[in-house]
T-cell receptor, first 113, second 112 residues
Framework: DSGVTQTPKHLITATGQRVTLRCSPR?????VYWYQQSLDQGLQFLIQ???????AKGNILERFSAQQFPDLHSELNLSSLELGDSALYFC????????????FGDGTRLSIL | SQQGEEDPQALSIQEGENATMNCSYK?????LQWYRQNSGRGLVHLIL?????REKHSGRLRVTLDTSKKSSSLLITASRAADTASYFC????????????FGTGTRLKVLA
């Protein structure tokens, strides 16, 4: 058990909709990372937060946004969903700011119909 | 674009054999990590090797790093059926824009 909790496990929705994915990091970890994993793009880094502040940004679309709350949980908001957004979305955490993602959740599988 | 590219894309071996996976990357790095992903699950961090290290061991895992060739290899010795998974390398891209870039992965299947 990595200690990282992601909810929901599965999400099915339609194009044009908006969804929120939630992540609770491992206890004691201050950094949260979001990744998108799809068959054709592999594992893409989206964004990292450290102790509530945005730390690094990757291939995150403008339709996507994220935040980290004072209790360190994080949410990834995906809006105006397109078929191509169907993927596994992983959250990972680590205790430091400039290290690497140590603990991964089991992901949220998002299916756009 | 992907920072890391693993080779081979897929590998099938018999239990007890050794499995070698390679990873190539493009930019300067501070460290390189290897992860394992079981089907439908999150990634598990296996081992980290820093840019000033050439080789590192952890149990049945042996990782090498050649910064001059921008490549790394992961060797799993005496493989077991439970090692069946996808293996990814990841690097911290020091060029600044992107961080912790994952490769495309090697799908390893260990046959009992």
């Amino acid at each position: 058990d990595s200690g990282v909790t992601q909810t929901p496990k599965h999400l099915i929705t339609a194009t044009g909709q908006r969804v929120t994915l939630r992540c609770s990091p491992r206890s004691g970890d201050l950094s949260v990372y979001w990744y998108q994993q799809s068959l054709d793009q592999g594992l893409q880094f989206l964004i990292q937060y450290y102790n509530g502040e945005e730390r690094a940004k990757g291939n995150i679309l403008e339709r996507f946004s994220a935040q980290q709350f004072p209790d360190l949980h994080s949410e990834l908001n995906l809006s105006s969903l397109e078929l191509g957004d169907s993927a596994l979305y992983f959250c990972a955490s680590s205790w430091d700011r400039d290290g690497q993602p140590q603990h991964f959740g089991d992901g949220t599988r998002l299916s756009i119909l | 674009s992907q920072q890391g590219e693993e080779d081979p894309q897929a590998l099938s071996i018999q239990e007890g054999e050794n499995a070698t996976m390679n990873c190539s990357y493009k930019t300067s790095i501070n460290n390189l990590q290897w992860y394992r992903q079981n089907s439908g699950r999150g990634l598990v961090h296996l081992i980290l090797i820093r840019s000033n290290e050439r080789e590192k061991h952890s149990g049945r895992l042996r990782v090498t790093l050649d910064t001059s060739k921008k490549s790394s290899s992961l060797l799993i010795t005496a493989s077991r059926a439970a090692d069946t998974a996808s293996y990814f390398c990841a690097t911290d891209d020091t060029s600044g824009t992107y961080k912790y870039i994952f490769g495309t992965g090697t799908r390893l299947k260990v046959l009992a």
